[in-house]
């Protein structure tokens, strides 16, 4: 059985897909982007203030799933520049420290809205709470 998740702290899907869905204990998100969920225009004109504005979105949809940063196990970054991966790789550091979960990482490109990064996440929940 699955469960669609939805937050208002992170931005309304932008064509036919869910923010997330939740099946068999792990959370899948969609890809999130640099919009501002209140304006829905794109937060940053930098690959960092980019990265941390999905992040920070990423984050909203899992917390909506009832889950943490923590329990993310793995993440897929989409960068259009690979030479902008030390920048963006220390906003990651900031969202999750040094017990990161399994990343990717990979140049495209182009992304919805000509931004500059995307991100994806899965968690899991493990029901240890």
């Known amino acids: 059985m ?5 937050t208002d702290k992170a931005p309304a899907a932008i064509g036919p897909y869910s923010q997330a869905n939740k099946a ?14 209140v304006t829905m225009e794109i937060v940053g004109d930098s690959a960092a203030e980019q990265a941390r504005q999905a992040l920070q979105n990423a984050r909203a949809v899992v917390e909506a799933g009832d889950l943490t940063l923590k329990d993310v196990v793995k993440v897929t970054m989409f960068i259009r520049d690979m030479a902008q991966f030390g920048n963006i790789n220390a906003v990651y550091q900031e969202f999750f420290g040094d017990d990161p979960p399994a990343r990717s990482v990979v140049e495209v490109s182009r ?5 500059l990064v995307e991100i994806e996440m899965i968690a899991y929940d493990s029901g240890d709470r």
């Open 24 to 37: 068999g204990g792990f959370l899948f998100t969609a890809g999130q982007i640099a919009l501002d969920p």
């Open 111 to 115: 992304l919805p809205k000509d931004v």
């Open 2 to 6: 699955r469960r669609i998740i939805h």
